[in-house]
């Protein structure tokens, strides 16, 4: 069965720095476009970053233009958030997914603060 299992979150202060990881399985990783989103308390859940397939298109939310860049390795059914320069604004649960089928992993808390 499909599973996406995120991980490298944690505390950070601000203007550093955290790289998630979305570890695939259960289908060709490959083929798939895959997407990070975020759900901060009391908001509802907001899309942050999309790649296709072969990594070679992205788009982000404005809010995170600049600052966080979104990776893939297919040979490691593994899609990447690298998030710099971060802001307390940034804190929430990050999601990864599979749109196609509408595939969400367990989340992963980022809390920015001092």
């Known amino acids: 069965q499909v599973q996406l299992v995120e991980s490298g979150g944690g505390l950070v202060q601000p203007g550093g720095s955290l790289n998630l990881s979305c570890a695939a399985s259960g289908f060709i990783f490959s083929s798939y476009h895959m997407s990070w989103y975020r759900q901060a308390p009391g908001k509802e859940r907001e899309l942050v970053a999309a790649i296709i397939t072969t990594g070679r298109d992205t788009n982000y939310a404005e809010s995170v233009k600049g600052r966080f860049t979104i990776s893939r390795d297919n040979a490691k059914n593994t899609v990447y958030l690298e998030m710099n320069r971060l802001k307390p604004e940034d804190t929430a649960v990050y999601y990864c997914?599979?749109?196609?089928?509408?595939?969400w992993g367990q989340g992963t808390q980022v809390t920015v603060s001092s």
């Open positions: 997914r599979r749109a196609t089928g509408d595939y």
